[in-house]
């Protein structure tokens, strides 16, 4: 029987293969009503007192999807089988040795078996013709490493609905830099990976100069040549500056124009600047970052967890296409509210794939409360994507949702605690707290934060195929009518067609002949500067990261590539990563992301 609430082929295929409840010796879910109980259920058995106030409160924010959580939550919650709710992981820190590399591909090959999509720094792992003492060979380096775990993600996940993702990532300092920006080049290779380089504001820098830029790896004890050049750095997993042995001396102008028409020819390696993000971090003084989730939107530490959510802001438009459309605000801050606390309530009730994951994930209780549906909800508004208005909405929205998670996350600190690894003192000279309310900042002081962190910005594309394939994330609509690859749940993909929801709901208002509005746009219609402007106001109040692909035309040079990139930069953003068309309008649609979506909600 169909259900009446997905009103899209491919929402009903994406429950029924993703989503929808089916174990041995339960009833299969007849509607998706049935997973939206299941879920209030499961988290509202974190409550210590008033389950069934909560339960409702929890149910009536799922309802007609205006709350989308992770896709881990939505599959997993109220199971009976030992699964995790936590979409995405960060390995531990990998050690220089075969043992240290295969123990990481342990923990990677657990993590995505229990559902959970893995990040990981590679640059610890010496680089290709170091001597390898144990064997008397020599290194092969990261990138043949790399190879290995995309073999293994490929044998684990051939039978499953969804994609294995792994993101890695390598310093711009590391000697095999040149073969990791290189490795995706051919288009067949590392497929269950997407890459991006660690930036750092130095190499930034040499780059704007024209400078010698070195490439180096720590000494660690190695016996040293006579003429060996050494330079003090602090590498991934280091406390403090180490002594670095120089390897080559490269132009940092040329290392830059290599990364930049990798990204142009294949997508990979995006970039992460990895200097701000862990000035940002408000867990700047208690962890050292060096990945993310494969779809970059959330920074970790090793072992780390993300716990992602998102407000589908097209389901907030009263009055859409109308003389007097309007967002409700405050119906986004009250939800927003609710929202936060069922993903607090994860912590209690989800299992981990490793204690290792539980400890570290339970120290920060992160969470990611970001968006969905921007776009669909500018066209309900009558505003057209990358324009004055649509960036004062974006800014307003978003500032609603940090402040309602924040004041939450303050009052469960009242109730519930602080966060383990919380500091008064530390937390409060965090760049992103200072920015705060004062009214916020004032109630930290007074009774601490139950979280570290509160909001990000994920691509949400499976779920945003769920809500009937409202607009992915803050991603202007790619086209309004489509195909999509959407594996079923025996993990064939299947070619279905879609509907973007806005330009649906126009043609049941207005008629299937009516013009289209100037304000419906898709996204080669939307300029890079606007994107990046509406990134940058976004970013502002989200104090982890946002996962947002600039969409190429198929007639774009490398020099296009670089003015985002530098653009990025300047705005003051965390990262960037870019798709090129090689399709018309109506092919297929790329993933809502270049990062891999499979793993993000």
């Not at 949400?460 to 769920?466: F, H, P, R, T, V």
């Not at 991603?475 to 993990?491: I, K, S, T």
Request: hydrophobic share 45%; with cysteine.
């Amino acid at each position: 029987m169909a259900d009446t609430l997905l009103t899209e082929p491919v929402a009903m295929q994406v429950w029924d293969a993703r989503y929808r409840l089916a174990e041995e010796g339960r009833v299969r879910e007849p509607g998706i009503q049935a997973t939206w109980e299941r879920v209030a259920i499961a988290l509202s058995a974190a409550e210590a007192h008033h389950h069934d106030d909560w339960r409702t409160r929890f149910a009536d924010a799922l309802a007609a999807f205006r709350f989308l959580p992770g896709g881990r939550i939505l599959a997993g919650a109220g199971a009976k089988r030992r699964v995790t709710l936590f979409n995405c992981f960060v390995t531990g820190q990998l050690h220089d040795s075969l043992h240290g590399i295969f123990s990481g591909l342990t923990e990677a090959m657990i993590t995505m078996q229990a559902g959970g999509g893995v990040g990981c720094d590679f640059s610890p792992v010496r680089p290709a013709g170091f001597v390898a003492p144990g064997s008397g060979g020599t290194a092969s380096g990261p990138v043949s490493f790399m190879q290995v775990w995309n073999e293994a993600c490929s044998v684990l996940t051939s039978a499953s609905p969804r994609r294995g993702a792994m993101m890695a990532t390598l310093r711009c300092d590391h000697p095999d830099i040149e073969a990791f920006i290189d490795a995706k080049k051919d288009g067949g290779a590392l497929r269950n990976f997407n890459l991006a380089v660690l930036v750092s504001d130095d190499f930034m820098t040499a780059v704007e100069a024209d400078a010698p830029w070195r490439l180096v790896f720590p000494v660690a004890g190695r016996p040293l040549p006579a003429d060996a050049m050494v330079c003090d750095r602090k590498w991934s997993g280091s406390t403090g500056p180490e002594p670095c042995i120089v390897t080559r001396i490269v132009s940092a102008r040329a290392l830059w124009e290599r990364l930049l028409k990798a990204a142009f020819e294949s997508g990979d390696p995006g970039i992460l600047f990895i200097d701000r993000i862990e000035r940002d971090n408000n867990l700047y003084y208690a962890e050292s970052i060096g990945a993310t989730n494969p779809c970059a939107e959330v920074p970790l530490p090793p072992h780390g967890a993300c716990n992602l959510g998102s407000i589908n802001l097209a389901k907030f438009v009263s009055d859409p296409f109308g003389p007097h459309p309007r967002l409700d605000l405050q119906a986004i801050a009250g939800t927003a509210a609710v929202a936060t606390r069922m993903l607090d309530n994860v912590y209690d009730v989800s299992a981990f794939p490793l204690k290792v994951q539980e400890k570290a994930a339970r120290a920060s209780r992160r969470i990611g409360l970001g968006i969905t549906g921007l776009a669909n909800a500018y066209a309900m508004l009558g505003v057209r994507y990358g324009s004055a208005a649509s960036i004062e909405i974006a800014d307003k929205v978003m500032a609603t949702i940090r402040d309602a998670a924040y004041r939450m996350s303050i009052d469960m600190a009242a109730e519930r605690g602080v966060f383990p690894q919380y500091s008064a003192a530390d937390y409060l000279a965090a760049p992103f707290i200072q920015s705060l309310p004062p009214e916020l900042i004032d109630g930290i002081r007074g009774k601490g934060i139950h979280n570290s962190h509160l909001t990000a910005i994920s691509p949400a594309g499976s779920i945003s195929l769920l809500a009937n394939n409202v607009s992915s994330g803050i991603e202007p609509v790619h086209a309004y009518r489509g195909l999509r690859h959407v594996r079923d749940a025996q993990g064939v993909p299947r070619q279905v067609a879609v509907h973007d929801y806005a330009w649906k709901l126009f043609r049941e208002l207005k008629g299937e002949n009516a013009p289209l509005p100037a304000y419906f746009v898709e996204a080669h219609e939307v300029s890079t500067e606007a994107q990046l402007e509406l990134l940058a106001a976004l970013q502002a109040h989200v104090d982890q990261s946002i996962s947002k692909t600039f969409n190429l035309a198929a007639t774009a040079q490398v020099g296009d590539c670089e003015a985002i990139f530098k653009r990025a930069y300047a705005l003051g953003l965390k990262g960037c990563t870019l798709f090129r068309s090689r399709l018309g309008r109506e092919g297929i649609f790329p993933s809502s992301t270049g990062y891999m979506a499979d793993a993000c909600p």
